[in-house]
Nanobody
Framework: QVQLVESGGGLVQAGDSLRLSCAASGRTFSRYIMGWFRQAPGKDREFVAAISWSGGSTYYADSVKGRFTISRDNAKNTVYLQMNSLKPEDTAVYYC??????????????????WGQGTQVTVSS
């Protein structure tokens, strides 16, 4: 069982940066693939980024590639999402998620067993 708690959301202007954090409970955090997803009003939940157990592999949606960076600190049971050059279209509730093994389907939200409550990110133009 893993419990996830996101933090770091807020209201920023276009071009600004934010860093989201997701703190996980449990002693086996390092065995979980971690993902970030987001959901804007009226839209489906979409993949943002994912990171392997060791942090050696990272994956990004095309819409955030080059602007967002996912990382993890297994000693702190925390995964991060550094978001730079934010755009109004990045406005959404951001969720972190965990799973023992998504295989190559890390980009599918229904592959993840554990979810945080979400944190709102609002980017004004």
């Amino acid at each position: 069982q893993v419990q996830l708690v996101e933090s770091g959301g807020g209201l920023v202007q276009a071009g600004d940066s934010l860093r989201l954090s997701c703190a996980a409970s449990g002693r086996t955090f390092s065995r979980y693939i971690m993902g970030w997803f987001r959901q804007a009003p009226g839209k489906d939940r979409e993949f943002v980024a994912a990171i392997s157990w060791s942090g050696g592999s990272t994956y990004y949606a095309d819409s955030v590639k080059g602007r967002f960076t996912i990382s993890r600190d297994n000693a702190k049971n925390t995964v991060y999402l550094q978001m730079n050059s934010l755009k109004p279209e990045d406005t959404a509730v951001y969720y972190c998620a965990a799973d023992r093994d998504t295989g190559s389907y890390y980009y599918l939200w229904h592959e993840y067993d554990y979810w945080g409550q979400g944190t709102q990110v609002t980017v004004s133009s």
